[in-house]
């Protein structure tokens, strides 16, 4: 016995002494790597890689690299995009002045056809620096069915002058998702909302508003969406446990199966609001809803459920600056680029027209 206590003495001793040694970091504020983001997927043909120099305490932009994706070995150069125009005061005329926007990025796009199974590699370069990343498309999942709902949910929450009840009318969909066979495979299920906008003075169209947005929704603690994670509105206590917002799940559930999930929108998504438009007589809005199903590898995923952890425990961290704690897969530099097999099942909503000087909102 006492052998033992001087053993266990004697280490825990060893150990107190390696922790009082001090390893200082060193690093050179000059030493940048090159870093690709990007989310690509085979529903679009038209695809953006987004790339940065990373130092230990900046990120600038990248305008200058030489960019180039291989399909199948076939070679597709990649053009950079310009990044638009802001307003900036200028204290020498005290005039407002459009200028270049100061962005932190410098986007390439490319254009190309991708179906699962095909060999993507995109490398970019800068003087001696060199940064790549090699991708296989994955295979897709399917949407079998997709029926809807109108329905209004209620939840009682602590007001300050007692218990109140709360409610909200939502659209539910029930959706009917197929896995993948063979293979683990990982997914997003996103709700997107695209709208075209036509502005009209008299018979004329005198401009045409293009926008896609993604839309959150709830799920009130479906299994399958929320992979393991709390969602849904609820206490204060609940609202600090993990949410899955960037709704990444796996087939771990429904392997080689099908599946059935909902997910809840409020109807005024559906409704919206009308814009002021200044010499516009007629505005007529064309919406199309989606439902867009994405495939894609582990790596991504693990990057996804970083960054739900990121969003919900507030961490006030540049995840393009180092030292970065979400995953990589660039070699020769940093980043996440990832290719997604999509499958979307859109609803075109009915048409709406109005004269923005007389109802503002519906």
Not at 253 to 278: C, Q, R, S
Request: charged fraction near 25%; glycine fraction near 6%.
């Amino acid at each position: 016995m006492k052998r033992i206590l001087t053993l266990t003495l004697t280490a825990a001793l060893l150990l107190l002494a390696a922790c009082q040694n001090t390893i200082r970091y060193e690093y050179d504020l000059n030493d940048g790597k090159i870093t690709m983001l990007g989310k690509l997927s085979t529903i679009d043909s038209v695809h953006s890689v987004f790339l940065s120099m990373s130092y230990p305490d900046r990120t600038d932009s990248l305008p200058d690299a030489a960019v180039y994706c291989y399909v199948n070995g076939e070679r597709h150069q990649a053009s950079k995009i310009h990044p638009g125009y802001e307003n900036e005061y200028d204290p020498a005329t005290h005039e407002v002045i459009l200028v270049p926007r100061k962005n932190r990025y410098t986007e390439y796009q490319f254009q190309a056809d991708l179906k699962p199974g095909d060999d993507v590699r995109f490398e970019a370069s800068k003087g001696d620096l060199k940064a790549w990343t090699e991708l296989e498309v994955p295979q897709p999942g399917t949407i079998v069915s997709v029926d809807t709902v109108t329905v209004v949910k209620k939840w009682s929450y602590q007001a300050i002058d007692g218990t109140d009840t709360y409610e909200q009318e939502y659209i539910e969909f029930t959706i009917r998702l197929k896995d993948v066979k063979g293979t683990d495979s990982y997914f997003t299920l996103d709700a997107v909302m695209n709208t075209v906008t036509k502005l009209f003075s008299g018979e004329l169209i005198t401009e045409t508003l293009r926008n896609a947005g993604r839309l959150d929704y709830e799920t009130f603690h479906d299994l399958i969406l929320e992979d393991g994670y709390s969602s849904g509105i609820g206490n204060i206590f609940e609202d600090l446990l993990p949410v899955n917002s960037t709704h990444c799940f796996s087939d771990k559930m429904f392997k080689d199966e099908e599946a059935t999930v909902k997910l809840y929108i409020p109807t005024y998504v559906f409704k919206g609001y009308h814009n002021f438009y200044p010499d516009t007589d007629l505005v007529q809005l064309d919406k199309t809803f989606s439902l867009v199903f994405n495939s894609f590898d582990r790596s991504f995923y693990n990057y996804l459920r970083a960054i739900n952890n990121m969003i919900c425990y507030g961490f006030d961290v540049d995840p393009i600056v180092e030292p970065t704690m979400l995953p990589n897969n660039v070699t020769g530099g940093m980043g996440m680029v990832s290719i997604a097999a999509g499958t979307s099942f859109e609803i075109v909503l009915p048409t709406v027209t109005y004269k923005p000087y007389e109802i503002i909102y519906y």
